[in-house]
């Protein structure tokens, strides 16, 4: 383990402002798509790595391209990679729809057979025998079967994260919707293995906005 820089700190609270005084913080982590890059040459904003892969970091709707995401919980890190890892197989089509589907509802502590997900089901072309039945039995058939290629299963795993976001949103349970708002091709370019989550160190002397929604701080400033 190496000695902490002065001046430097890998913790989340001096970078928080009074109102999340209480906020369940266990450091400063950042998921990357590009671990051996970020490792090499330290972080870069979407923009600054020419929009090449979005729906990470600036939130899920893409509003700062040109800002650094952070996050103060190492669960939400978690949760954001395993998303993304996702998003990268379903678009090289190296994973079954119905483990797109089960991997995606996994991700909530709360019964996923709410009508907006079945709503979600009906726009991918489910039928309404399978989305009005209550256990949706014969869902994973009918997607292993009819959501086919890389492109539809990309597609499928954006809608089923933007259903997850409206159904759970009315609810105590807080979702992980990473907002897969990256296009087909880049997001196919993703390699699996180089995406990560990393601990970060920050000079005391930066300067970030809290966003609590996304529990995300964006770095807007730091030292060089």
Avoid at 86 to 98: F, I, K, T
Avoid at 191 to 211: G, K, N
């Amino acid at each position: 383990m190496h000695a902490m820089p002065d001046g430097f700190t890998d913790e989340a609270k001096p970078f928080m402002p009074p109102e999340l005084d209480d906020a369940d913080c266990d450091g400063l982590w950042h998921v990357t798509v590009a671990r051996d890059a970020v490792i090499a040459s330290g972080l870069r904003s979407r923009r600054q790595l020419g929009g090449a892969v979005q729906g990470l970091g600036g939130g899920h709707d893409n509003q700062a391209p040109h800002l650094v995401s952070l996050t103060w919980s190492s669960a939400k890190a978690a949760e954001i990679e395993e998303a993304l890892k996702l998003a990268a197989l379903a678009a090289n089509d190296v994973v079954a729809p119905s483990e797109i589907f089960s991997r995606t509802a996994s991700r909530y502590r709360t019964d996923w057979f709410g009508q907006l997900v079945r709503a979600a089901l009906a726009r991918v072309g489910v039928p309404p025998e399978i989305t009005g039945e209550e256990w949706l039995e014969g869902l994973d058939e009918w997607l292993d079967a009819n959501v086919v290629g890389g492109e539809a299963k990309y597609a499928f795993l954006q809608e089923m994260d933007d259903a997850m976001e409206r159904e759970f949103d009315r609810t105590d349970c807080l979702p992980s919707r990473v907002g897969l708002t990256a296009p087909f091709a880049a997001i196919r370019a993703v390699d699996p293995s180089q995406v990560c989550t990393l601990r970060i160190a920050l000079h005391l002397d930066a300067r970030a906005e809290a966003v609590p929604e996304e529990e995300e701080l964006r770095l807007t400033s730091s030292p060089p």
